[in-house]
């Protein structure tokens, strides 16, 4: 599946030829589930459908490119995407699931301030490794960023949002 609108690739599933009827028939999403040995809508219990616009089949004939406007998360993580980065995917489900022991999970039961605050330490402490070149600026870094992760998933940002808008900032090279 692929997002009509700006290209992202949303997910992957399986679509046996009822399926792809039914999508045809619908302009919905349908797809096979191998663990629920059924077929299934896609939106069906979330409400997240998948609108179809377009149908392409590859050289072959044995794979499918659909073209879709998603009506929410395409994910069941509740990402834009199931191809989101490993660590969003993590940070996600354990803002969502909030397992004992998890410092993801006592950041979220403290809520968006110290989730902010966090984030404001981590990027002081990054900016001043940087200037003191002490060699840790890597590590430094990737403080910042989980807890940046932390800070959206808790305030209910998709890191996808980041992404369009970072992307909408790119002026085009001049020739």
């Known amino acids: ?31 096979w589930s191998r663990s629920r040995e059924r077929l299934w809508r896609k939106g069906e219990t979330s409400g997240n459908v998948l609108a179809v616009e377009e149908i392409r089949d590859d050289c072959d004939g044995d794979a499918l490119l659909l073209k879709v406007r998603p009506a929410g998360p395409a994910c069941h993580t509740g990402s834009t995407s199931c191809f989101a980065p490993a660590l969003w995917r993590t940070v996600v489900e354990r803002v969502r699931e909030r397992p004992e022991g998890s410092y993801v999970a006592s950041l979220a039961d403290a809520g968006v301030a110290r989730c902010a605050q966090k984030v404001g330490e981590e990027a002081l402490e990054a900016a001043l490794s940087a200037v003191a070149n002490d060699g840790r600026l890597v590590e430094e870094a990737a403080d910042l960023v989980f807890h940046l992760y932390v800070l959206l998933a808790v305030a209910g940002v998709d890191v ?15 020739a």
């Open 1 to 31: 599946m692929q997002d009509a609108s700006d290209g992202r690739v949303l997910m992957l599933a399986w679509m046996d030829d009822e399926a792809l009827r039914l999508t045809r028939e619908t302009g919905e999403a349908w797809f």
């Open 160 to 174: 996808a949002a980041v992404e369009d808008e970072l992307a909408r900032r790119v002026k085009p090279s001049a």
